[in-house]
Nanobody
């Protein structure tokens, strides 16, 4: 069974930083794309950043230049460094991994609250 567990969320003032970690376990095969999504109250879940096994990345326009995604496949970990946080970054952040043959798994989420 594949499990993804997020950590690192919390309450931070605007302009501050947080680092989210996604710890994976189980059979996570390559190639895959690991990603961070977020869902704010009353809004749809949206892609924040993704990184494939070849190292290519994709960011939402709203976080470009502020957030950095990285991954350590040897440790089955993915990170999201979030700098210059804004109140609009407040959301539950989810870890996701997608691969071949409908391989698609989600974590439970970690809450990020940015106060103004």
């Amino acid at each position: 069974q594949v499990q993804l567990v997020e950590s690192g969320g919390g309450l931070v003032q605007a302009g501050g930083s947080l680092r989210l970690t996604c710890l994976g376990s189980g059979a996570i095969f390559s190639p895959n794309i690991m990603a961070w999504y977020r869902q704010a109250p009353g809004k749809q879940r949206e892609l924040v950043a993704s990184m494939s096994t070849d190292g290519s990345t994709n960011y939402a326009d709203s976080v470009k230049g502020r957030f950095t995604i990285s991954r350590d496949d040897a440790k089955l970990r993915m990170y999201l460094q979030m700098n210059s946080l804004k109140p609009e970054d407040t959301a539950v952040y989810y870890c996701n991994v997608k691969g071949l043959r409908s391989f698609d798994h989600w974590g439970q989420g970690t809450q990020v609250i940015v106060s103004s």
